[in-house]
């Protein structure tokens, strides 16, 4: 317990530490002239300290203090009904059905198309470059199209962004899967050979468990870049709702606290998905008789 | 025609005529195997001793349908090593242990059991009688990490022994482990042929293993891969470790020796 104090919590307090008194400092330097800027408008002249105070509670500050951000949060989640437009529970369950949905399609995609690349050579020849094609095509740009071919078609709500969400991560699924159904050795499949084993067998017997560690790492990038995805996703769509939609609204008035929440809120949300994948990874190891130290 | 007269052989396990094998590389064809004539009879103990790139590793691999033949024939059970093959008619044990991480012991050992369609309760059976023939019973619920490498080994022999496969390949299974551990399952592999009144064929560049085990040595060499010597063991069955002392046993590792030698297997 001590151990995991000193090896794993003091190092992210420092570094936490380190980064806060940074942004006071940045917060300060950027907003000093803004602030000097309205008060002269007024006709004051701001002593030193009334300067710092003013800089760290602007109503639109360029870069607002990390105080101003967590009370943004603390009072759009804890003291607003959860169902109110303004709460950001409200908008980040949107944004996180969509993530789910995508990343769940993604990944079932990915799995798929790996199963062929690894099974089918004519796949193997094709797939590869299409897939890492997809992937160079910026999400930025592709996804108003497809919000508003799948608008035109009458699709419209969740499933275009979750599609979002699926194209960007079902790419580290496959890449990783096709390497992790490559993975057993030579005398592993050999073995497989002797037995006369079916390409079933083999698959869900060697090649599909040996697979696992690489679906995991593969998952922990896609569950992330879900995320992402559905907020770009959101961002066309006129600002309704989720979290980007809290960002687009936030810059469109000028709104750099609520921008920051919004950020704040989807980092938090993108953690705790890698952590429950990393839980869930874990428990499988468990189950899969990993020896306690190999453990990611 | 002598397909035929080979096949009537019924107590002729492995039978090979003038068999060869060219792997076809990019620097040209390399010689693997070339005019192998040998006869493996039910209940032999056949090892096959040689420097790297004799072939003795390829043809366990040609009997085991993991490499083909180019030239020559070759029987194992009376028909070709792809039906031996499907018919499941050997278990093959690698240099590695090549145990499934993921699976306990027991699971490993059931792994042959589950593709060749075994039903649970025989599969349990199995797993039992398998763990005590090479003395691991009480370690069924272990992960592979969980064992030395000499345990490992003899777990992987219980996968091969679990199904009913009357023929043991076995590629140099002793080959990274330390010699005391070596005696010791040595040892125990006489014991369990003893019992199982299975056929052996065994790979090792080991004299002196080799001649303790064996009831019939083939002597082979390299470029191109070939057998220069076969040996009928005169030693008894039961074997002690201190046999290996015998002017019979050292009489016998000579003669050996000196099929490797004429088979330039000592040359720089």
């Known amino acids: 317990m001590t151990n995991t104090l000193r090896t794993k919590i003091w190092p992210v307090l420092a570094v936490l530490v380190v980064i806060i008194a940074a942004w006071y400092a940045a917060a300060l330097l950027m907003n000093r002239t803004l602030a000097v800027e309205e008060a002269a408008r007024k006709g004051e002249v701001l002593t030193t300290g ?118 960007l991560s079902f790419f580290p699924v496959v890449v990783g899967m096709v390497k992790g159904l490559r993975s057993p050795e030579i005398i592993q499949l050999d073995l497989m050979h002797t037995y006369y084993a079916s390409r079933t067998q083999l698959f869900w017997k060697l090649r599909f468990p040996a697979a696992i560690p690489f679906l995991f790492a593969s998952l922990k990038v896609g569950i992330a870049i879900s995320l992402i995805g559905a907020i770009v996703g959101e961002l066309p769509t006129g600002a309704v709702a989720g979290l980007g939609a809290r960002l687009l609204s936030g810059s469109y008035y000028g709104q750099t606290i609520q921008i920051w929440a919004a950020l704040f809120v989807s980092s938090i949300v993108a953690g705790l998905l890698v952590f429950i994948v990393g839980g869930i990874e874990r428990l499988v190891y468990r189950m899969m008789g990993a020896r306690p130290e190999a453990q990611a | 025609m002598h397909w035929v007269n080979m096949a009537e052989n019924q107590s002729s396990v492995v039978s090979a005529k003038n068999l060869g094998l060219t792997f076809q590389t990019n620097d040209g064809p390399v010689n693997a195997l070339t005019g192998v004539n040998l006869d493996v009879r039910k209940g ?160 090792t560049h080991s004299i002196p293993e080799a001649v303790y085990l064996s009831t019939k040595i083939v002597v082979m060499s390299p470029r191109p891969g070939r ?39 000592y040359d720089d």
């Open chain 1, 50 to 167: 009334a300067m710092w105070l003013k800089a760290y509670s602007m109503d639109k500050p360029l870069l607002p203090a990390p105080h101003q951000i967590v009370t943004e949060i603390w009072n759009s989640t804890a003291t607003m009904s959860i169902t109110s437009k303004r709460s950001l529970v409200y908008h980040a369950w949107i944004t996180l059905s969509a993530t789910l949905l995508g990343f769940g399609l993604g990944t079932v995609l990915g799995i798929a198309l790996a199963v062929g690349i690894v099974h089918n050579l004519a796949m193997d020849k094709s797939m590869m470059p299409w897939v890492i094609a997809s992937q160079t095509i910026p999400i930025m740009a592709i996804a108003p199209m497809l919000i508003v071919v799948l608008n035109a078609i009458g699709i419209s709500g969740l499933l275009p962004k979750a599609l979002i969400s699926t194209y």
């Open chain 2, 44 to 203: 032999d103990f056949v090892s096959f001793i040689g420097p790297s790139g004799c072939g003795k590793t390829t043809f366990l691999r040609v009997i085991a349908d993991l490499e083909k033949a180019t030239e020559g024939q070759i029987l194992v059970n009376g028909t070709t090593p792809e039906d031996a093959r499907k018919n499941r008619s050997y278990g093959y044990v690698f240099q590695a242990a090549a145990l499934y991480p993921w699976r306990t012991i027991e699971k490993n050992i059931a792994l042959p059991l589950e593709i060749m369609g075994y039903s649970k309760d025989e599969q349990k059976k199995r797993i039992d009688h398998t763990l005590a023939l090479v003395n691991l019973t009480g370690f069924g619920k272990k992960y592979p990490w969980q064992l030395s490498g000499g345990m490992q080994q003899r777990a992987s022999i219980a996968r091969a022994l679990a199904f009913d496969a009357d023929l043991l390949l076995m590629d140099e299974p002793f080959g990274a482990l330390d010699e005391i551990v070596r005696d010791h399952l040595n040892l125990q592999l006489l014991e369990l042929w003893a019992r199982t009144n299975k056929t052996i064929c065994f790979v």
């Open chain 2, 227 to 265: 057998v220069t010597d076969i040996i009928e063991s005169t030693l008894p069955k039961e074997r002690p470790l201190d046999i290996r002392e015998t002017p019979e046993f050292l009489a016998i590792a000579h003669r050996v020796r000196e099929g490797l030698k004429a088979g330039h297997s």
